[in-house]
């Protein structure tokens, strides 16, 4: 049975593409969450979640809205000096982070990582129907209760609180963090 391609987008849809998946998807795709340097610079954010699939499956295209907008100016190709090897595809006009390849190993050379952020929102709740997800997802049990970011991290000084929402039990695993206060002067938003 061949499912549904899963599709994305960056934000002004300038950039599109679609992941095509065949039978065996869980023997070749895997959601992993990144927390390195690289990514945190990159995307401004402390972990960042993707979607690695084998080259064969991901096809994208650019649309130009205006006349003197090209391809290159549409998708941007990122390599750092410090890794040469690997390119970060984001839309030049929006910003949005698409997709990571390195061939360091080479063997992930045959690989597309592409941002969760960037799939249509019915496609990132697929990503649990294909049983993608981190195993230890589907492991875990909802934990009852709501706990404080004090509890999480003792000896915090921070005039903020945070509360971490347990999720309801239509959508298990998943919580909502609230923040409210101020933190160095600066209001939480």
């Known amino acids: 049975m061949a499912f549904d391609p ?24 895997e959601v992993y969450f990144d927390s390195s340097r690289d990514n945190r610079r990159f995307h401004g954010t402390p972990l960042s979640a993707w979607l690695r699939v084998p080259l064969g499956w991901y096809q994208s295209h650019t ?8 391809h290159s100016s549409i998708r941007r190709i990122h390599s750092p000096r410090h ?20 061939e360091d190993p080479i063997e992930e050379s045959n690989f597309m990582s592409v941002t969760i952020g960037s799939l249509l929102v019915d496609d990132q709740r697929a990503l649990d129907d294909l049983r993608l997800l981190p195993r ?15 509890e999480l991290a003792p000896g ?7 509360v971490i929402v347990p ?7 998943i919580s909502r963090s ?12």
């Open 156 to 162: 915090s000084d921070t005039a903020a609180s945070s």
């Open 167 to 173: 999720s309801s039990n239509d959508s298990a695993g």
């Open 6 to 29: 899963l599709r994305g987008s960056c934000s002004c849809g300038r950039n599109e593409y679609q992941i095509n998946i065949p039978d065996d998807v869980t023997d070749h795709a």
């Open 83 to 102: 890794a040469p090897q690997t390119q970060r595809v984001f839309c030049g006009y929006c910003g949005t982070p698409l997709t990571f390849w390195t």
């Open 178 to 189: 609230l923040q409210h206060g101020r933190t160095g002067g600066n209001p939480l938003v």
């Open 63 to 70: 649309k130009s809205f205006f006349p003197d907008e090209s």
């Open 136 to 150: 230890d997802y589907y492991e875990e049990a909802p934990t009852d209760g709501i706990s404080t970011s004090s």
